[in-house]
């Protein structure tokens, strides 16, 4: 029995969910997503709410219930109030910034690095932070971390493409390591 599955999920007004036999397509102020259903699963909208049930008890449709019930709920979610990740730059000389519908990387490579900006998303570059939004959740993170593996950040100065907040740990260098022998 799947917990999140179970579960129904909330229409919040201003926002329209269509159920056909192949996809289920949830409109709002932010925009409309559409997702192909899986056979093995069936969506219901029920006045304010909707409602996700597997088709019968096999393995396949019990796994693929609580999934389906949590993408819907991102994309209610993602059409009300956009996802955004910030990604931030960190070395000297290594910078970013938008030309167009491309995203120009300067990170220490001999040539900078284009990144075609995908359809509904937006990329704001402000000083040395990344920022990253739009109403698809898997969208606004695939091209997220695109853009982080461009240039992970090294474990010895830390410099390259890291999410905001995240915490790379650094080894020790060379001087710290003679010392210790």
């Known amino acids: ?13 201003g926002t329209e969910v269509k159920v056909s036999a192949a996809e289920v397509s949830v409109k709002g102020k932010g925009g409309t997503l559409t997702r192909a259903l899986h056979p093995a699963i069936v969506v219901t909208v029920e006045g304010n709410s909707v409602k996700v049930t597997p088709k019968d008890a096999s393995r396949i449709s019990r796994a693929l219930w609580g999934t389906y019930a949590a993408h819907i709920r991102n994309m209610i979610a993602g059409v009300n109030t956009p996802f955004a990740k910030k990604l931030q730059v960190e070395g000297i000389g290594y910078r970013a910034e938008l030309a167009g519908k491309q995203l120009k990387l300067m990170v ?7 990144v075609e900006v995908p359809q509904g998303i937006t990329v704001a570059v402000e000083k040395n932070i990344i920022s990253v ?38 080894k020790q260098g060379k001087k710290a390591a003679a010392a210790a022998a």
Request: charged share 25%.
């Open 133 to 170: 939004s739009g109403a698809d959740k898997e969208q606004v993170g695939a091209f997220a971390a695109t853009v982080r593996a461009i240039k992970k950040p090294e474990p010895y100065k830390g410099k390259g493409i890291r999410y905001e907040g995240e915490v790379v740990r650094q």
């Open 1 to 13: 029995m799947s917990r999140i599955g179970k579960n129904a999920i909330s229409i919040p007004a």
């Open 108 to 114: 220490g490579f001999s040539h900078p690095v284009l």
